[in-house]
């Protein structure tokens, strides 16, 4: 369904944006669709892996974020009517035990998109401060028990940095219990993953700069996997939409402002069961989409 609500969604369409290129499972929807594709991903591997599965189509492959200034010059100048971003992190990154994002046992931390970053989750985890780790978790990882852990982590450092999945899986068993599980390590792991790429705030700038860089009547969807992540796609969309932008303090209408567009999604798209069984990481998926007048 979201691939169906994909194609439904850039029928029409001439050039298409994809943000977040990964494997290029949406790529191919758009090249299917008849688009000319501009594929962007922040991850050198996933932009080796689209270059090469499209190389005999109209897809032009860039390295780098959606949100980097050079990007998005990049974008304005192809002048898309369709942009999707599918954010987080792709199969071929959780499956490479080298690249550190995984649970499973053993595995260095590093869970940077981009390589050429300089710190890895390891780095950060050493680092960090624990007011800033508190936060991380409770925004990022929606944990009660925020703060014991942060402090757990800031303990542990001291004796031996935190290197491996092992070492944060037992600060995170030591704080929740040996009644904690994969979804707890999930959850966390994902926290610290989205603090180490700095993805809410990437998130932040790219939206309205892709918006701006969309043709008139263009659309953006975009499939988010972590609350946080949604929230800020939703207000943004549901601003775009209002017709006035006046502090609510303002009594009366000033900016006689005209909505951007209108949202598209009024409740977000799910994954059907058959997709769910057939892609278990999808589960948490919502699609939202959003039309430019
Ligand atoms: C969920 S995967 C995308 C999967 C893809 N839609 C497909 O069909 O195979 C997310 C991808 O987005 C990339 N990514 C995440 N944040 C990014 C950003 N700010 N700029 C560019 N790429 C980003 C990741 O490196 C990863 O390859």
New binding site residues.
């Given amino acids: 369904m979201l691939v169906s609500a994909l194609e439904r969604l850039c029928s029409g369409c001439r050039r298409g944006v994809?943000?977040?290129?990964?494997?290029?499972?949406?790529?191919?929807v758009l090249v299917k669709a008849g688009l000319a594709v501009l594929a962007?991903?922040?991850?050198e591997e996933?932009v080796a892996a689209t270059r090469s599965r499209f190389a005999g189509d109209d897809v032009t492959v860039l390295h780098?974020?959606?949100?980097?200034a050079a990007?998005r010059r990049d974008i304005v100048r192809f002048r898309p009517d369709f942009a999707?971003?599918?954010?987080?992190?792709?199969?071929?990154?959780l499956d490479a035990d080298r690249r550190g994002f995984s649970l499973r046992r053993g595995i260095a931390l590093d869970m940077r998109?981009?390589p050429r970053q300089p710190d890895t989750a390891a780095d950060f985890l050493a680092e960090i401060s624990e007011n800033e780790l508190t936060r991380v978790f409770r925004e990022f990882g929606d944990e009660r028990r925020a703060a014991a852990l942060a402090r757990e982590v800031i303990r542990r450092r001291a004796d031996r940095p935190l290197a491996t999945s092992d070492d944060l899986v037992n600060a995170i068993r030591a704080v929740l219990g040996p009644r904690s599980g994969t979804p707890d390590f999930a959850r966390l792991f994902q926290a610290v993953r989205i603090a180490v790429?700095e993805?809410l705030s990437?998130?932040q700038v790219?939206l309205p700069a892709i918006r701006d860089a969309l043709a008139p009547g263009g659309t953006l969807v975009v499939?988010t996997?972590h609350s946080g992540e949604d929230r800020i796609v939703k207000h943004a969309f549901r601003d775009w939409a209002r017709s006035c932008v006046c502090p609510p303090s303002q009594p009366v209408c000033a900016c006689r402002g005209e909505p951007l567009g209108r949202v598209m999604t009024k409740k977000p798209t799910r994954p059907t069961v058959e997709e769910i069984a057939e892609n278990p990481r999808a589960r948490s998926a919502k699609l939202r989409a959003f039309r430019m007048t």
Avoid: C, K, P, W
């Fill in positions: 994809d943000g977040t290129a990964g494997g290029g499972g949406h790529v191919a962007i991903d922040r991850d996933a780098g974020r959606f949100a980097d990007v999707v971003l599918d954010l987080g992190v792709s199969s071929l990154q998109m981009d790429n993805e990437e998130l790219g499939l996997y």
